[in-house]
Nanobody, 121 residues
Framework: QVHLVEFGGGLVQTGGSLRLTCAPTGGIFSTPAMAWFRQAPGKEREFVAA????????IYGDSVKGRFTVSRGNAKNAVSLQMNSLRPEDTAEYYC??????????????WGHGTQVTVSS
């Protein structure tokens, strides 16, 4: 069975950077897109970024535009999220997802278990 696994979370100071990577294990996905979402305690899951494989087009949530970049990872079907100028409000569990291109959680049928990102002030 194919699973998505996220890597790269951790603790960073305000203004710092982190790079998250997501890769499938046990096989590959043939979905049109992969995306990143995040969820802070007591809040709904929030769209962060998505990448469409065929066109290379990427979209971003308003709160991360200009600071985060989604790109293809080094491994097949892997995707990375470069996060710069991090803020305390970026603190959340970050999830990778595979599915149809868009910003709605309902577009994605495969999800990773998440990786924690904590930004200290």
């Amino acid at each position: 069975q194919v699973h998505l696994v996220e890597f790269g979370g951790g603790l960073v100071q305000t203004g710092g950077s982190l790079r998250l990577t997501c890769a499938p294990t046990g096989g590959i996905f043939s979905t049109p897109a992969m995306a990143w979402f995040r969820q802070a305690p007591g809040k709904e899951r929030e769209f962060v970024a998505a990448l469409e494989w065929s066109s290379g087009v990427s979209i971003y949530g308003d709160s991360v535009k200009g600071r985060f970049t989604v790109s293809r990872g080094n491994a097949k079907n892997a995707v990375s999220l470069q996060m710069n100028s991090l803020r305390p409000e970026d603190t959340a569990e970050y999830y990778c997802a595979a599915g149809r291109f868009g910003s709605d959680t309902g577009f994605y049928m495969h999800w990773g278990h998440g990786t924690q990102v904590t930004v200290s002030s």
